[in-house]
């Protein structure tokens, strides 16, 4: 009796998911245009989710769900991710009743807690499955880096800027926006990355370098 | 009253008579108007303007209620920053001991100063969401010549927002009839399984994102190369034309800003040495 088995597909390496293999295309596509859309709707859901539910005030929250679409959307669509994590605590933070120029000046900390660890899975070349500990160390230090400049930036330049808040109450919104930001993305990004990296890196929309 | 992705927006109103992108430009000059004023009042007033507008606009008061609880947790945290977390300062005059602490007149002073300043800017956001529909936000973008490109980013975003938040219900309800329940348990056991809500929602998003990508690609969408040159229809301007009245609204708003300005710097107006309110809340609390 004779059998047939399906060959199983060739696991890819850490390095092999960054790097563009000889005689593969990568450019950018609708696909691309289509998930920095999505991650916008989700990011405004889950993001308002943490804004409404645990604010702390001028869209500070204790507990801010919307940074999973942060990170994790920028680790596996690179540029697109970072640009759907800019934009979309606009909303979220619109709909939470912060200011339209408050929500602006946040910009810069927002591009920063997308950006970096995007960066830092391509640059050290970590595995978004989370293979080994060295993965997951690369997430957590980019977590906290990122989001250090984010509680550090918006109570200190743009809180204190519109004289929201005085110095002595400016480490109470810089431990908010941090612990809030931290916790969530121990809560999230572990998993989601474990969950679902293995299939996200199979499609098409996945970015290997900035744009494709 | 009709809902939208951002809030509720009246069924019928004056204020659609008024071209998309005044109402826009009026979000991002009014924003600024408190940032030029120090004296409370004047920002009170602006407040009261843009409530009535809202009333001349048929925008249920109601909906003013979901934002009471922000603009009431905004003034108890900047009183607090401001007072109780203010430090101890000798050079500033003590009004009275709260459990010891000191409560300084400055300190109260600018703690009134910066809520009456965040108070219309949360109205005007609320004005903007509580008029605007989600087609208007597009024609606004599109009547300042924003690219095609970042129009239907936005259009489609605020499509998946509608999409996830179905999803998001379809998720909850399979995870109800397999026996999940999370009433009655911990906060931090219902934030910890926010993690089964957020892994479907992703799942289902990156295959929506290939459903949206054919079916656009299907239609001849491109947004590089030769096909994304082709001059498009812009069918949603058609229904919109901007008249004589939206340019007389975008020239007061543009002169009332220049005036404010003249005011505030050539003036010297708006100041907290004029403010008859700072004069007024000092002498009660002396």
């Given at each position: 009796?004779?059998?047939?088995?399906?060959?199983?597909?060739?696991?890819?390496?850490?390095?092999?998911?960054?790097?563009?293999?000889?005689?593969?295309?990568?450019?950018?596509?609708v696909?691309?245009?289509?998930?920095?859309?999505?991650?916008?709707?989700?990011?405004f859901?889950?993001?308002?989710f943490?804004?409404?539910?645990?604010?702390l005030?001028?869209?500070?929250?204790?507990?801010?769900?919307?940074i999973?679409?942060?990170?994790v959307?920028?680790?596996?669509?690179?540029?697109w991710?970072?640009?759907?994590?800019?934009?979309?605590?606009?909303?979220?933070?619109?709909i939470?009743?912060?200011?339209?120029?408050?929500?602006?000046a946040?910009?810069?900390?927002n591009?920063?807690?997308?950006?970096?660890?995007?960066w830092a899975?391509?640059?050290?070349?970590?595995?978004p499955?989370?293979?080994?500990g060295?993965?997951y160390?690369?997430?957590?230090?980019?977590?906290?880096?990122?989001?250090?400049f984010?509680?550090?930036?918006?109570p200190?330049?743009?809180l204190?800027?519109?004289?929201?808040?005085?110095?002595?109450?400016?480490?109470?919104?810089?431990?908010?926006?941090?612990?809030g930001?931290?916790?969530?993305?121990?809560?999230?990004?572990?998993?989601?990355?474990?969950?679902?990296?293995g299939?996200?890196i199979?499609t098409?929309?996945?970015?290997?370098?900035?744009?494709a | 009253?009709?809902?939208?992705?951002?809030?509720?927006?009246?069924?019928?109103?004056?204020?659609?008579a008024?071209?998309?992108?005044?109402?826009?430009?009026?979000l991002?000059?009014?924003?600024?108007?408190?940032?030029f004023?120090a004296?409370?009042?004047w920002?009170?007033?602006?407040?009261v303007?843009?409530?009535?507008?809202?009333?001349?606009?048929?925008v249920?008061?109601?909906i003013?209620?979901?934002?009471?609880?922000?603009?009431?947790?905004m003034?108890?945290?900047?009183?607090i920053?401001?007072t109780?977390?203010?430090?101890?300062?000798?050079e500033f005059?003590?009004?009275?001991?709260?459990?010891?602490?000191?409560?300084?007149?400055?300190?109260?002073?600018?703690?009134?100063?910066?809520?009456?300043?965040?108070?219309p800017?949360?109205?005007?956001?609320?004005?903007?969401?509580?008029t605007?529909?989600?087609?208007?936000?597009i024609?606004?973008?599109?009547?300042?010549?924003?690219?095609?490109?970042?129009?239907?980013?936005?259009?489609?975003?605020?499509?998946?927002?509608?999409?996830?938040?179905?999803?998001?219900?379809?998720?909850?309800q399979?995870?109800?009839?397999?026996g999940?329940?999370?009433?009655?348990k911990?906060l931090?056991?219902?934030?910890?399984?926010?993690?089964?809500?957020?892994?479907p929602?992703?799942?289902?998003?990156?295959?929506?994102?290939?459903?949206f990508?054919?079916?656009?690609?299907?239609?001849?969408?491109?947004?590089?190369g030769?096909?994304?040159?082709v001059?498009?229809?812009?069918?949603?301007?058609?229904?919109?034309?901007?008249?004589?009245?939206?340019?007389?609204f975008?020239?007061?708003?543009?002169?009332?800003?220049?005036?404010?300005?003249?005011?505030?710097?050539?003036?010297?107006?708006f100041s907290?040495?004029?403010?008859?309110?700072?004069?007024?809340?000092?002498?009660?609390?002396?």
């Open positions: 009796m004779s059998t047939t088995t399906t060959p199983a597909r060739k696991e890819l390496t850490a390095e092999q998911i960054w790097t563009v293999q000889p005689g593969e295309r990568r450019s950018v596509g696909i691309h245009i289509v998930i920095t859309a999505l991650l916008i709707g989700i990011g859901v889950v993001g308002s943490g804004s409404i539910s645990f604010p005030g001028f869209g500070v929250n204790f507990f801010w769900t919307g999973a679409v942060q990170q959307g920028s680790i596996w669509f690179g540029l991710g970072v640009i759907a994590g800019t934009i979309f605590p606009f909303f979220s933070n619109a939470a009743g912060t200011p339209f120029y408050i929500s602006a946040y910009i810069p900390a591009f920063v807690q997308a950006f970096l660890p995007a899975f391509r640059y050290f070349k970590a595995d499955r989370l293979r080994s060295r993965d160390f690369i997430l957590l230090i980019a977590m906290i880096v990122s989001s250090a984010g509680a550090l930036w918006s200190l330049v743009v204190r800027g519109f004289g929201l808040l005085t110095t002595e109450s400016v480490p109470l919104f810089v431990w908010g926006w941090f612990g930001n931290v916790v969530a993305g121990i809560v999230f990004n572990f998993i989601l990355l474990k969950a679902l990296s299939v996200v199979r098409p929309a996945f970015v290997k370098r900035w744009w | 009253m009709n809902k939208t992705m951002l809030g509720y927006v009246p069924k019928e109103s004056p204020i659609y008024v071209h998309p992108f005044v109402k826009l430009y009026f991002l000059i009014v924003s600024l108007f408190p940032m004023v004296a409370p009042e920002n009170f007033l602006l407040l303007f843009i409530l009535a507008l809202m009333v001349i606009s048929r249920d008061i109601r003013v209620r979901i934002y009471i609880p922000v603009a009431i947790s003034g108890s945290i900047i009183l920053s401001y109780i977390l203010g430090g101890r300062h000798p005059q003590v009004i009275f001991n709260l459990f010891g602490l000191p409560i300084y007149w400055e300190r109260v002073r600018d703690a009134m100063v910066v809520y009456f300043r965040i108070l800017m949360i109205a005007t956001m609320v004005f903007f969401l509580s605007s529909r989600e087609r208007d936000i024609v606004a973008m599109r009547t300042i010549r924003l690219p095609f490109v970042v129009t239907y980013v936005f259009a489609m975003a605020l499509r998946s927002a509608g999409m996830v938040l179905e999803d998001f219900q379809i998720v909850r399979a995870e109800q009839a397999r999940f329940d999370p009433t009655g911990p931090t056991y219902k934030i910890r399984k926010y993690i089964m809500y957020m892994i929602l992703f799942a289902l998003s990156l295959r929506r994102s290939e459903e990508t054919n079916a656009l690609v299907a239609r001849g969408y491109a947004f590089t030769e096909a994304s040159h001059k498009r229809a812009d069918y949603v301007l058609t229904h919109y034309t901007f008249k004589t009245h939206d340019a007389i975008t020239t007061l708003i543009t002169l009332a800003f220049i005036a404010l300005l003249i005011a505030r710097y050539g003036l010297h107006y907290l040495d004029h403010s008859w309110f700072i004069q007024w809340l000092h002498a009660v609390l002396s």
